[in-house]
């Protein structure tokens, strides 16, 4: 089954910096790979999202890149602020119906 | 639309107690699923459904039932609860299982086994 790698576990940044999360995933099949951000009491929410026909998606200040050759891709915060605090999930899928995600990394923003 | 939602909030067990965790949905998705999140361990998919009469093992099934009578709803069974089912369980629903959408997620239930 598909394995979902999500380092490092916290992030610390500075308001107004940018915070790069990373996954990698083993199934060469995936073809789905969302993004949630979990604040404190909350169930998960998605914030983005972007299929394995696409390298690169933007919506304002959030971005994913996909690298299918290496079978990573990545989560980008630029002008980060004290709202974006949470906790961020990647997530990897096929054709299993199956959602797998990553462990999960804490992000603070420091302001 | 009310969206995903989930009861009860929180719930204190006994070892070898049963209850259901109910989730509902209003959005009449076809994707239904359960996950349990525990501390460092991410969310792991218990079972999951494609719609009504058809369920599925996820990751970590054992100890935990699920069906599929109505579109709306999910119920999630502890035949017999054990400490190791303390935990955060999360349902959720998506438009389709087949071509993956966004998964809706409902507020959580915070179980205790004691």
């Known amino acids: 089954g598909e394995n979902v790698e999500q380092h490092p576990s916290t992030l610390s940044v500075q308001e107004g910096d940018s915070a790069v999360i990373k996954c990698t995933y083993s199934d060469s099949a995936s073809n789905y790979f969302p993004w949630y951000k979990q604040e404190l009491g909350k169930g998960p929410q998605l914030i983005i999202d972007?299929?394995?026909?696409?390298g690169e998606k933007k919506d304002q200040r959030i971005a994913v890149t996909l690298n299918k050759t290496a079978k990573h891709f990545s989560l980008h915060i630029t002008e980060t602020q004290p709202e974006d605090s949470a906790v961020y999930f990647c997530?990897?899928?096929?054709?299993?119906?199956?959602?797998?995600f990553g462990k999960g990394i804490t992000l603070s923003v420091r302001p | 639309n009310a969206g995903v939602t989930q009861t009860p909030k929180f719930q204190v067990l006994k070892t070898g107690q049963s209850m259901t965790l109910q989730c509902a949905q209003d959005?009449?998705?076809?994707?239904m699923s359960w996950y349990r999140q525990d501390p460092g361990m991410g969310l792991r998919l218990i079972h999951y459904?494609?719609?009504?009469?058809?369920?599925d093992q996820g990751e970590v099934p054992n100890g935990y039932n699920v069906s599929r009578s109505t579109t709306e709803d999910f119920p999630l069974r502890l035949l017999s609860a054990a400490p190791s089912q303390t935990s955060v369980y999360f349902c959720?629903?998506?438009?389709?299982?087949?071509?993956?959408?966004?998964?809706?997620f409902g507020p959580g239930t915070r179980l205790t086994v004691t």
């Open positions: 997530a990897a899928t096929g054709a299993n119906s199956k959602l797998t």
């Open positions: 459904s494609v719609g009504a009469g058809i369920t």
């Open positions: 959005m009449n998705h076809e994707y």
């Open positions: 972007i299929r394995s026909n696409v």
């Open positions: 959720a629903s998506s438009y389709s299982g087949r071509v993956w959408h966004e998964q809706y």
